[in-house]
DNA sequence: GGTAACGAATTAAACGTTTAACTGTCAATC
DNA sequence: GATTGACAGTTAAACGTTTAATTCGTTACC
């Protein structure tokens, strides 16, 4: 007879008791091994370990985080995962996070304001150290806040900073309007459209306002916005709508990715031809703009330095920093390509 | 004097003892009212809920969950979240999750076995109510599994059903190649070849598989394969140098989004066009593939529809159902667009 | 008026851990 | 050979909920 072998009932898991109880031990040893915060013994370490694999005994996260206070998750909410920033933005906190030994719950709130709250009001009842938060909305969920006081929170991307009452980190939109506008005026473009899916979302209008101020600069360019829905084809249609009644601009800006699709897919339709009928300037870069014949000059968005900035804060947060809030503002680059390039010689 | 206002402690959180305090009533009826599951009274209620409101008391999951036993989480690992087929498919799954009221938590293995299996088991320490698992590898970490044995699983996309004790959802890869090359064979191709990033995952070498078998049965008819990592400039730099040693192949098959990219990257390069000097078939439908002036032709992968029937599945398997494990394979539709048209008239 | 039946609220025992406080044991120090 | 300290292990009390069992009061019924 080997082993005090009290055999646990037969539906339930195992617990830390019923290793105890096999190895012959204190529930404490048992947990001393697991946890490996106080030495024990090799010899009982093993039959610790030998009783736990008998057992299928792994350690209830809940129940250790219930009596510790303690444990390693962070929450992540966004607006959109099918978007192209956001689903690889969320990749990267994971990495980071996981790479520093965090779990992490995900919720998307699908641009509703109404889901967000309710969905965030569901994972911070789990209680997590931290919440990454890409609102859906400028009308942040403060309620949902007030009830997590301590909770450190890193707002990114679609974020207002002026308005909000926790750390952030943002790209500098404004500026990456101004500077693909600059760069068509300098073309000597007179006429641009900017083409955007919603103008409700603050990094658009950021985007918008960018351009629009640099514009107000020269006299004799105009600025028109063109918002199509989210929608590609949808979007493309009324493109081509626009251009029947407005006349072909000079340059299009598009403002997203599908959006830059949808202006491809006009062109083809009517048969017309970055940079030799019009200049084009996307947003986000992306590899299939690049691997055409006219590559696609577009405005890169450093989603990477976003997340690394974000976790950084968020663990300087965690980690007990209770300095002043910091907004933080990445800047974009314009890739240049041939769809800016002065019109080609022969057509 | 209106309540027996006993404060909690200053750092604290507020707990269910401090609410039910504050209103004068015992912690059962502020269980009650908060989980819905006994009537209260209607000023009482009123009441409590006025006391949890000045404490910014909200339930902790946590202890709730470990003392009822239930929470409705559902764990999600994949083995790469940048992979437009995964990560769109984490979109569906965590939608469909949370509609019916479920928390994710998510967890990405970066294709190495080693972290797999570590992250699984913190994943799994929290206790989820199920698991959707895309698998990096053939071999599985079954010895995991074997400390939750009535953990309900669905293994999706990149698994071996036949070695898989547990439900599965896989797209027909071997029915796709079997189709594409079908396809080009009718169209007089002779020469074709497979690109490939990498041959190691399972998915792959079906597609492969699938159209080896078609191809087997034409006797002038050769397949060649060509994996040249995941790095897309890369790939399109050893496609050119396959080119230069093997000639032009009369179609290509990218078995990937990126090597599509990869492939046109490398035709605009040497300076030919689909379909008129080969023919090209890519796989995963894209938008970028619709908008350009040749529209690819695309195997379309049913990543929704897998997304719904792993979701179903794990549905029923939560709710008790016991039956034998199901392995369900989704079909692929071949998109026929212009690049594998007959050669146009005039070049 | 007595009792049965019911509903609403309370009591107190869990759930599976961690951990402060405690008890031995053994070796080192004077 | 007492005293001290360090170390290893145990005891038992939490952590914040849920919930079975219980109490109490009210109403209904004969």
Redesign the pocket.
Known sequence: MKNASKAPQPG??A???DVAARAG?????V??V??G?????EA?EKRVRAAARELD?S??RV??R???G?AKVIAVMVPDLEDLFLSRFVSRIEAQAEDSGFEVILSCSRNDPELERTRLRAMLAWRPTGLVFVPCHEELPMEVFRDHPDLPIIGADRVNPSLTPFDTVTVDNYGSGWTAADNLILKGAKKILMLSSITEIATIRERIRGARERIERERDVELQVLAVGSEPTRGAEKLTEWFGEHGLPDAVISLTNVMTLAALATFAQIGIEAPDDLLLIGYHDSLWMTARKVPITTVSLPIDDVARAVWQRLESRVAGDSSPNRNTVLSTTLIERDTTLGRRPSR
Chains 1, 2 share one sequence.
């Open positions: 339930r898991r617990s830390i008791k031990v204190s529930t404490a040893t947990s001393h697991f946890s915060k106080k030495h024990v013994n009982l005994y350690v209830d129940a250790s219930l009596r510790s303690k």
